[in-house]
């Protein structure tokens, strides 16, 4: 059997090697490193897939969220509400730019921001929400919508986890993730659905002023050249990256499809198992899997990842720490309600193997593995 690994990239690679290394070849030959037709290109296939008008590429899904939160033209004291239970990078960034996050709890079943907690955490200095699509599914944009509209707060959709997915909404219609409010930010870092070989990220919106105003912000600022209108950073894709994506956007649903293939036969064979909980499939959102994330009761947690890395599966704890105890963020915060649920699940969740690449083999031998603890 193949060794198990967390994701696979190298596996990836060579069903496609063909076509990325013409890519990539392409662009060493053209010469154009840095804003090469490519990016272009990249930037227009991706609003014609997520159905976002603007797309606006930068270096990383963290400068995304950055450069979204600087084109609010907030103050300090302004507050961003942000889930607890999450990756560090959108709270950075409010921090980073001297203004307050405000930490809300999760849904104990989805992962996703708990939206009947965002109201109690709103205060008068309160003036934009990111809402994180945890592990491949949306939060319930819908109801948040309706909050913020009542409140008049701007939407940053931190979707670096959940390209591809798609809300459902009570009318029956449908917008894919980073769609639904002012801004979306994705991660095209390599462990991502569509991840490239380096870091990379972008921003959608479907409003055109704003549009432009994130594509000076990640230029310097600059409205033409060397006329800077703001002050900005220089965040850029790499033409490269941009090439080795616009091969892999045109696999990214057969990569949904594989890890959704997974994520099924996990559920299918541990619905049963009594001392652990399987990932929540929302009714308003599909999942694309990003993570497969089983909560294990009794404080069996850690017990159990031993097990498996003694049994040569690999798994991980996505997150170990919640955001209000990490070093960095004392005396920077604000808590906006409880977040119990998100110190539980900082104790309990565990991330098994999940890619595009498992095979039938190796997927047995975790089931066996797993069903035997
Ligand atoms: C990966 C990730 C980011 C940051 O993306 P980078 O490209 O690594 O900067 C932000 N938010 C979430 C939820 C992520 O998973």
Redo the contacts with the bound molecule.
């Keep these: 059997m193949k060794p198990i690994q967390m994701v696979d990239l190298t596996t990836q690679y060579l069903r496609m090697q063909a076509e990325i290394d013409e890519a990539v070849l392409h662009v060493l030959r053209s010469g154009q490193y840095i804003n090469g037709k490519a990016v272009d290109l990249f930037a227009d296939s991706l609003a014609q897939y997520t159905g976002s008008p603007y797309v606006i590429p930068c ?7 950055q450069i979204a939160l600087m084109s609010l033209d907030l103050r300090p004291a302004d507050e961003v509400i942000v889930p607890a239970f ?5 709270a950075e960034a409010i921090a980073l730019l001297g203004l307050t996050p405000v930490l809300v709890d999760v849904h104990p079943q989805t992962f996703t921001i708990d939206v009947q907690k965002i109201e109690e955490s709103i205060s008068s200095n309160t003036k934009a929400i990111i809402p ?3 592990f491949g599914q949306t939060a319930d944009m819908e109801t948040l919508m309706r909050i913020v509209q009542k409140y008049h707060l701007t939407v940053i959709e ?4 959940s390209i591809g997915a798609s809300y459902l909404f009570s009318d029956g219609s449908r917008k894919q993730a980073g769609t639904i409010g002012n801004i979306g ?1 994705l ?3 390599p ?2 659905n569509l991840g490239g070989y380096g ?3 972008a921003m959608l919106t479907n409003n055109e002023s704003i549009a432009k105003k994130l594509k000076k912000l990640a230029s310097h600022g600059q409205s033409e050249k060397y006329k800077h209108e703001f002050i900005g950073c220089n965040s850029r894709l790499d033409t490269i990256q941009a090439a080795i994506l616009q091969v892999k956007l045109s696999y990214l649903d057969e990569f949904i499809a594989a890890r959704k293939k997974v994520a099924d036969t996990y559920t299918n064979e541990f619905k049963w198992i009594d001392w652990l909980e399987t990932p929540a499939i929302a009714n308003y959102s599909t999942h694309v899997f ?1 993570q497969y994330t089983i909560q294990v009761k009794d404080g069996k947690r850690d017990d159990l990842q031993q097990y498996l890395q003694s049994k040569n599966i690999p798994s991980m704890v996505y997150y170990p720490m919640p955001l209000q105890n990490q070093p960095a963020f004392r005396n920077k915060i604000r808590t906006g309600s409880a977040l119990s649920v998100t110190e539980k699940l900082c104790r309990s969740v565990l991330s098994l193997p999940m890619h595009t690449e498992l095979d039938d083999e190796q997927m047995t031998y975790i089931i066996d593995t797993i069903k035997q603890y």
């Design positions: 270096a990383n899904g963290t400068d995304a969220l999450n990756y560090i990078a959108a994180v699509h945890l931190d979707n670096a986890q930010t991660s095209f870092f462990t991502k870091d990379g990220g990003h």
